[in-house]
């Protein structure tokens, strides 16, 4: 099984960025970061394949960037100009349906 390390988050105020990071313990495929907010359900946000194809949610299109480092099983999401809406546990998971273990994800809060 793929262990999954999720990192970076924190809080910063609307407009501010952050850089998350979401190491596995082997190689991984076609991978996506996931959030989820306080009641809502989990959601797919961006998601990049093996060949480095990318695609993201509506939401934050235009404003965040997946990226992948195959070489450290590692891969990541930027987030500049942040909004409040983007409060959330973020994740990341593969893109096929049987899912790895999820990790314990990483809390982004956006407040002034």
């Known amino acids: 099984q793929v262990r999954l390390v999720e990192s970076g988050g924190g809080l910063v105020q609307p407009g501010g960025s952050l850089g998350l990071s979401c190491a596995a313990s082997r190689t991984i495929f076609n991978m996506g970061w996931y959030r989820q907010a306080p009641g809502k359900q989990r959601e797919l946000v961006a998601s990049i394949t093996r060949t480095s194809n990318t695609n993201y949610a509506d939401s934050v299109k235009g404003r965040f960037t997946i990226s992948r480092d195959d070489a450290k099983n590692t891969v990541y999401l930027q987030m500049p100009s942040l909004k409040p809406e983007d409060t959330a546990v973020y994740y990341c998971?593969?893109?096929?349906?049987?899912?790895?273990?999820w990790g314990q994800g990483t809390q982004v809060t956006v407040s002034s």
């Open positions: 998971n593969t893109l096929a349906s049987v899912k790895y273990p």
